[in-house]
């Protein structure tokens, strides 16, 4: 079973920054790609930014520039450090790990509780 734990959301003025972690608690398992989602009241759940075991990175159109995700993989946490941030960017905040057993292929899906984000204009 994994589990994982979300912190440093919060109110912020427009302008500002916060940044949002993950800690996951799992053993003998592979943590794959580390996600980070957002869901605004009314609106649908949108991927925000993504890391791979590998590194690699993606991010939505609308935070580029302004956001960077982050992993450690001794640690087992993601990051997400948000700079310049907007009104818009208002929403809760989810942590979501693909999960691997080792020795198996098969991918599984983990989320945490969220965390909500207010940007104030």
């Known amino acids: 079973q994994v589990q994982l734990a979300e912190s440093g959301g919060g109110l912020v003025q427009a302008g500002g920054s916060l940044r949002l972690s993950c800690v996951a608690s799992?053993?003998?398992?592979?943590?794959?790609?580390m996600n980070w989602y957002r869901q605004a009241p009314g609106n649908q759940r949108e991927l925000v930014a993504a890391m791979s075991l590998g590194g690699s990175t993606a991010y939505a159109d609308s935070v580029k520039g302004r956001f960077t995700i982050s992993r450690d993989n001794a640690k087992k946490t993601v990051n997400l450090q948000m700079n310049n941030l907007k009104p818009e960017d208002t929403a809760v905040y989810y942590c979501?790990?693909?999960?691997?057993?080792?020795?198996?292929?098969?991918?599984?899906?983990?989320w945490g509780q969220g965390t909500q984000v207010t940007v104030s204009s």
């Open positions: 799992a053993d003998g398992v592979s943590l794959e790609t």
């Open positions: 979501n790990v693909q999960v691997r057993q080792y020795g198996r292929s098969t991918l599984h899906d983990y």
